[in-house]
């Protein structure tokens, strides 16, 4: 039997429907929106006494039990199908006598001006506006014409729709300068096999007098039934807002059916700001045998932990997923913007949803557990927060690790996942001869963090690697700086220039990462680009290491460090006639893009002869260690030699030092390219 139109057009057609119809017989086409589904929204905007008109009612159940549950008995139906129009008759024309049915075109309706309190459209509009050619767009305006002149000013204009964009587009549109209110609703589904994957909406256009002028418009979103409606600032942003329920009901309905390959990430914004307020990634482990008890789990990223390789990167969180032995787990990342009420309140916050995105095959009324590191959900303090010309908007953080310890961060909120600069803090150590406080005054939070940066220690693996590198130049000996004035050099009085290309970072850095200038430590704000080809152009051969960790601005390239510019052979050159014969070039290489890669290091091969690289575990970052002269290459036992001389030189007494660094051991992962 075939019902399908042979052309869009056709759902216009009172020939076509007639045809369905007799086909159909009398079981009743619903297309999509259960009455049980449709029902919250609907006693929200329906009245007892309220004067019902249903367009294109079709042999649909809706109007029978909308009267069968008293919600109202008022009720004009009508249909340009004769056929549909006599089924209903004979179904409905005894036992419901209050209720009518009538062949009437919707585009030209007999009653009289202001009739109805509400118009209930259920599909109609998503059939009729098939496409947005001229002749369509007439007949939809034609239908909303009516529609407004048949409705009471307050009444209400009820449109039961899947949403496709054009369809929402047109409608919001046309209502909205007209000066009606318009809400959309979601409709909650009730969980039973549907035809449609894509949730119902209920457009909810409320009858105004249209004030002359600009009035501004109203226009809101309830996206679930017990949330308050959210104000949209443009039509825009209200289609948008429903594509992104579509696409969450997509993914829902897709990854209920079957594992999913790669991860999927997705954001849940606050319901008030908009932003996101947590990130979730779903991880599959198809190795992992299921059982009852691990199908499904929720982990719960710790406040500040989201940039650590284990929970920041896909295949941190693969091992996550393995190492906890459940077939899917969903982390939740929690955002620095947001407030939250311990770890009770998040799980009563997600409870509803992460079930959505629950793995095939999970048990009926399973328990799904709640994880974290240590049962807590971290600790994060905002320190400082502002906007740079070159940088964008930071902040800097402090944050509470693994134990005891603190660490304080700088974070460019452009690339949140990243941590630009990172220091421990050290513990506070009481005064000798303290007096105890007084109980009157205030004592501090156990959970609030020291504020003194830890010099000794290096956070960051890929810094410890460059720091190592400095073995290559041959020791402690080799290394600048004049110790009475005997040509002996010495790190005790090595010189150092720092080049800067935002002057708000120098501040960040002194203000709050312990950074101070002197004798031998200057910065230059400048360009690094230009600094180069300056000592390149007035003074070359002068630096023993030249170092680079220097981050992309641009996002859409695939090298986040350095930027390109910075690796181009006419630069690199200018980087090799700065440094001395003996000298090392370190570079913090960071590149997902394998053909820019290889490109990046055949140009270095070009112009040093002698490259060695360290791959840092678990991130993406390479050190790469680039020298003039092919003189200089090293064994690994040479190498380690040099490592134990380097580090005796600088664990001197008086000087802070991390014991957990050992710069032999950097070194053993390095090898010459």
């Known amino acids: 039997m075939e019902l399908l139109p042979r052309s869009p057009g056709e759902f216009g057609s009172a020939r076509y429907w007639d045809r369905f119809f007799r086909q159909r017989g009398q079981r009743p086409f619903e297309w999509y929106g259960a009455f049980a589904e449709l029902c919250p929204v609907l006693h929200k905007y329906v009245r007892p006494r309220d004067k019902v008109l249903v367009v294109g009612c079709g042999n649909s159940e809706l109007s029978e039990q909308m009267y069968d549950v008293g919600m109202c008995d008022d009720i004009i139906n009508i249909d340009i199908s004769d056929a549909v129009i006599r089924q209903m008759q004979e179904r409905s024309g005894s036992t419901r006598p209050k209720m009518s049915y009538l062949l009437m075109d919707m585009l030209q309706m007999d009653f009289p001006d202001a009739h109805f309190q509400v118009v209930l459209d259920k599909g109609t509009l998503d059939a009729l506006l098939t496409d947005e050619e001229e002749a369509t767009i007439a007949k939809v305006d034609q239908m909303f014409a009516e529609i407004s002149r048949v409705l009471q000013v307050g009444g209400r204009y009820l449109c ?53 002028g600009s009035a501004p418009q109203i226009l809101e979103i309830c996206p679930e039934e017990q949330d308050k409606p959210m104000r949209m600032e443009c039509v825009e942003q209200l289609v948008a807002a429903v594509k992104d329920r579509q696409h969450y009901a997509l993914l829902c309905s897709q990854i209920s059916k079957t594992p999913c390959r790669e991860q999927v990430s997705l954001d849940l914004c606050d319901k008030e700001s908009r932003k996101p307020r947590y990130t979730l990634h779903v991880v599959d482990s198809p190795l992992v045998k299921p059982s009852r008890d691990n199908h499904f789990a929720i982990f719960i990223i710790p406040q500040g932990r989201e940039t650590e390789w284990l929970f920041g990167t896909e295949e941190g969180r693969r091992q996550l997923a393995a190492s906890a032995g459940f077939g899917r787990l969903l982390t939740v990342a929690l955002h620095r913007e947001q407030h939250y009420e311990g770890m009770a309140g998040i799980q009563a916050e997600l409870s509803g949803k992460v079930m959505e995105l629950a793995p095939p095959g999970l048990p009926a009324r399973q328990q799904v557990p709640f994880l974290s590191v240590g049962g807590d959900i971290g600790v994060r303090t905002v320190r400082h927060c502002d906007t740079s010309p070159l940088s964008g908007e930071y902040v800097v953080e402090d944050v509470k690790g693994d134990g005891s310890c603190y660490f304080r961060r700088l974070i460019f909120l452009r690339n949140r996942s990243v941590v630009q600069s990172e220091a421990r803090l050290l513990a506070p150590t009481p005064l000798q001869g303290q007096k105890k406080r007084r109980k009157d005054k205030k004592k501090p939070s156990p959970t609030e963090p020291p504020g003194a940066i830890d010099k000794s220690y290096l956070c960051c693996e890929h810094h410890k690697a460059m720091v190592a590198g400095l073995c290559l130049l041959g020791g402690p000996d080799a290394l600048p700086g004049d ?7 010495c790190w005790g009085q090595a010189h150092v220039a720092v080049v800067e290309i935002d002057p708000s970072m120098l501040e960040v850095a002194t203000h709050w990462f312990g950074f101070s200038q002197g004798d031998r430590m200057q910065v230059h704000i400048s360009d690094g680009l230009d600094y180069v080809a300056k000592l390149a152009a007035e003074a070359p051969a002068q630096y023993h290491a030249v170092m680079f960790d220097v981050d992309s601005k641009d996002l859409t390239v695939g090298m986040s460090c350095p930027p390109p510019a910075f690796v181009e052979k006419p630069f690199l050159q200018k980087v090799r006639n700065i440094l001395k014969p003996e000298g090392v070039f370190v570079l913090n290489l960071v590149c997902r893009d394998a053909r820019l890669k290889e490109s990046v290091l055949a140009t270095l091969r070009d112009v040093f002869p002698l490259l060695y690289v360290r791959r840092i575990e678990g991130e993406v970052n390479e050190i790469l260690f680039c020298q003039p002269s092919p003189e200089g290459r090293c064994n690994p036992t040479e190498l380690g030699v040099r490592a134990q001389a380097l580090e005796g030189a600088l664990r001197q007494p008086g000087r802070p030092w991390d014991s957990s660094y050992v710069l032999a051991d950097v070194l053993q992962a390095v090898h010459i390219l």
Do not use: C, N
């Not at 000066?179 to 039973?192: I, T």
């Not at 549907?194 to 457009?203: C, D, E, N």
């Not at 110790?483 to 050099?489: I, K, M, V, Y």
């Open 160 to 212: 039961v729709s899947l949403a496709q964009a054009h369809v929402l587009k047109k409608a919001v549109e046309y209502f909205s300068q007209e000066g009606w209110v318009v809400r959309v609703h979601q409709v909650a589904s009730s969980g039973d096999k549907q035809q449609f994957v894509l949730p119902v909406f209920v457009y909810v256009m409320t009858k105004f007098r249209k004030i002359p």
């Open 483 to 489: 110790e009475a004035g005997s040509g002996r050099l």
